[in-house]
């Protein structure tokens, strides 16, 4: 089962380079994006730690190569300039990292009261998984750059699957009352999440109202027409309408579409102009069961990336513990492009208020 998930996972990343060359993969698009090929070389490397060396205790194919696919010590601005796999170097470390994989699989027991914190429910294999798709997820976030780019049948399937109306033009619509009291927030004890979700623990929340559903295209058009505000990434003018020019196109805007590709500020300031605010991370989870038009975006929250009370950093510091601060924004829910096993109510997104790369959209709430 665990072999044929990650089996899955793989095709899925390798379906979305296909149609590209080597000279795509390796080119730097855009400095706050890595170049596709540093991404398939630490999508293999990250197994090859977690699974390969520290489960299976092998050494590493490469000996220090895993320096360079360190996410926290190169930042994406550099990445291009590594000495990183590339060509067929790259797609045989690849390969040879899942051999290795698959072998450490046949000789490792799971079971739900393993000593081994990884291994315990599958933790490690989830988390592998996890992080592959999550980064097909940022390499879709390049391919918008790429003129020309068909997304493969699978996920044209996935983003035809989550288009949803967003039912206003306007910026009042319907809201959802959510009474007053003590909501149960986080991820339990049992099953995969990540530490930033945990420990699951208890939150007064006063009475509020949240939209049903994103706000959309049209009521961000009524917004910068009002404001003069910022238009979204990838958002052209064509006479007296807009055009998505992403993947080299020029589509026109469906007002009745939620919006995507905002940033934290085009979020805020659209909500303070309907007279309204960002849900904090929490009245957004509270609600999700009383929401449409979830997976669409990932939706901006007023919350800064802050520790859960007992928040313990595992497997790594690195995942969650150096991002917390005020310096990042915590979106919630998940887009067209999130695959179905990284998507829960509990899962934390985070970016910088600025960065408007990602699929990310917005609904508004306000005391009640």
């Known amino acids: 089962m665990i072999a044929g998930a990650l089996a899955e996972a793989r095709e899925r990343t390798l ?66 300039e590594l000495p990183i796999l590339r060509d067929e170097e790259l797609r045989s470390y690849m390969a040879d990292v899942r051999e290795r994989t698959l072998d450490v699989l046949e000789g490792v027991e799971i079971d739900p009261d393993v000593e081994d914190p990884l291994l315990r429910d599958g933790f490690v294999y989830e988390m592998l998984l996890a992080h592959e798709l999550q980064h097909n997820e940022t390499m879709l976030q390049l391919l918008q750059l790429v003129d020309g780019y068909e997304l493969p049948d699978q996920l044209g399937s996935e983003r035809t699957s989550v288009r949803i109306a967003a039912r206003s033009e306007s910026s009042a619509a319907e809201m959802v009352l959510i009474e007053a009291g003590e909501r149960e927030i986080g991820a339990g004890p049992r099953g995969f999440a990540y530490d930033n979700e945990r420990p699951r623990h208890t939150v007064e929340l006063g009475a509020f109202e949240i939209d049903r559903t994103p706000v959309g295209n049209g009521a961000y058009i009524a917004y910068m027409e009002a404001t003069g505000a910022e238009a979204p990434l990838y958002w052209e003018r064509q006479g007296e309408g807009w055009v998505d020019s992403s993947r080299g196109r020029r589509a026109a805007i469906d007002p009745s579409d939620p919006v995507i590709h905002v940033s934290w500020d085009q979020a805020d300031g659209f909500a303070h102009w309907a007279g309204k605010r960002l849900p904090a991370e929490f009245e957004w989870e509270a609600a999700r069961d009383r929401l449409d038009g979830v997976g669409h975006a990932w939706e901006w929250t007023s919350s800064h990336f802050l520790p859960y009370p007992g928040f313990e950093a595992f497997p790594y510091r690195e995942y969650s513990e150096v991002f917390f601060g005020d310096e990042y924004r915590v979106l919630r829910g998940s887009s067209w492009a999130t695959h179905a096993r990284v998507a829960r109510p509990s899962f934390r997104n985070w970016d910088l208020p600025q960065r408007n790369q990602i699929f990310a959209g917005l609904r508004c709430a306000r005391d009640a």
């Open 15 to 80: 379906a979305l380079v296909e149609p590209l060359d080597d000279a795509q993969l390796n080119r730097v698009w855009s400095p706050i994006l890595s170049p596709l090929a540093w991404d398939l070389g630490h999508i293999a490397n990250f197994e090859e730690l977690w699974l390969v060396q520290r489960v299976g205790g092998r050494e590493p194919l490469r000996g220090e190569l895993g320096r360079f696919y360190d996410a926290i010590e190169n930042p994406r601005k550099i990445r291009g």
